[in-house]
């Protein structure tokens, strides 16, 4: 069974930068897409980042374009998601999230809570 685990959450100042990995175990890492969810206070689940299996294609949420980017070591089994410029409304749950579409099959991570604050 899939497993994916997230880490690099914690308290930032506005302006600040944190990276969040994320490790997959339990399924051929390099055959999936993965994606970076959030889900704040109140609110829905909202999709942040992807990137397709070999890493030569990502996508972005409009509110993070420009601040946040995410990359993948098929190596490591590891995807990351760097954010530069932290924002108050950048706090949420940060969730991993690997998809094989064309196989119905897709894993999610326990999430890590990113929390931007003075």
């Known amino acids: 069974q899939g497993q994916l685990v997230e880490s690099g959450g914690g308290l930032v100042e506005p302006g600040g930068s944190l990276r969040l990995s994320c490790a997959a175990s339990?399924?051929?890492?390099?055959?999936?897409?993965m994606s970076w969810y959030r889900q704040a206070p109140g609110k829905e689940r909202e999709l942040v980042a992807s990137?397709?299996?070999?890493?030569?294609?990502?996508g972005y949420a409009g509110s993070v374009k420009g601040r946040f980017t995410i990359s993948r070591d098929n190596a490591k089994n590891t995807v990351y998601l760097q954010m530069n410029s932290l924002k108050p409304e950048d706090t949420a749950v940060y969730f991993c999230?690997?998809?094989?579409?064309?196989?119905?099959?897709?894993?999610w991570g326990k999430g890590t809570l990113v929390t931007v604050s003075s």
């Open positions: 999230h690997a998809e094989r579409v064309a196989y119905g099959e897709d894993y």
């Open positions: 339990g399924f051929t890492f390099s055959r999936y897409a």
């Open positions: 990137i397709t299996t070999t890493g030569g294609s990502t």
